[in-house]
């Protein structure tokens, strides 16, 4: 079965600092896999996804994530945080075959310090 | 283009209720996707539906049931609800059956007295 996970549930930066959130996965073929935020109170936005090719993408608000499949990671980085950047991190993963259900890892808590 | 809008975005029941959760999807888009999320077990897949069909279900009691409409609206229904339905219930709508992104509405939180 296929499993993600976060392994940092609460991380703090200074605003404008670099920020890199780890997420790795477990399954055996080729992952759909994707990163999500979430602002407290609201639902799930897309900040990018991957499903083959360049392993270096990049997303909205300046984010990119590599994918990395000997490492099974797809970690998520911004080179300069704002503050507006703080809220919830999803990873996210996809499975051929099994349509829109994906696996979410437990989430990342991003905290921005003035 | 209007994003995914669920309705209502809060309610309040008690024990032993049901309750229906509508969702409409992003205009064009067939497949609708339901997810509880709470704060012990994360983000968890309900179900999918494409085209009026259920295409796939996740690990959930039978109390916990869906549809789609022709214009690709869904509603899920709990039946003889718990405290443990207290959640955040996410609808996400995507374009096509396969993997593809999916975008998802502001939610309704549910709260079980």
């Known amino acids: 079965a296929q499993s993600v996970t976060q392994p940092d549930i609460h991380i703090t930066v200074s605003e404008g600092a670099s920020l890199e959130l780890r997420c790795n996965y477990s399954y055996g073929a080729t992952p759909y896999l994707f990163w999500y935020v979430q602002s407290p109170g609201q639902g799930l936005q897309l900040l990018l996804k991957y499903f083959s090719g360049d392993t270096l993408v990049q997303g909205i608000k300046g984010f990119e994530a590599e994918f990395k499949r000997s490492q099974s990671s797809f970690n998520l980085r911004k080179p300069s945080v704002h503050w507006s950047d703080a809220a919830e991190y999803f990873c996210a993963v996809g499975e051929e075959n099994y349509g829109q259900n994906f696996v979410f890892g437990p989430g990342t808590r991003l905290s921005v310090l003035p | 283009k209007a994003g995914v809008t669920q309705t209502p975005r809060y309610l309040i029941k008690t024990r032993g209720q049901q309750v229906t959760l509508s969702c409409s999807p992003i205009?064009?888009?067939?497949?609708v996707s339901w997810y509880q999320q709470t704060p012990g077990q994360g983000l968890q897949f309900l179900f999918e539906y494409f085209s009026e069909t259920q295409r796939n279900k996740g690990n959930f009691p039978g109390r916990f049931s869906g549809r789609q409409f022709s214009n690709s609206r869904s509603e899920m229904n709990v039946s003889t609800l718990e405290l443990g339905d207290s959640a955040l219930y996410l609808c996400a709508s995507s374009l096509r059956r396969e993997v593809n992104e999916q975008f998802f509405g502001p939610g309704t939180r549910l709260t079980v007295l």
């Open positions: 205009s064009g888009h067939r497949s």
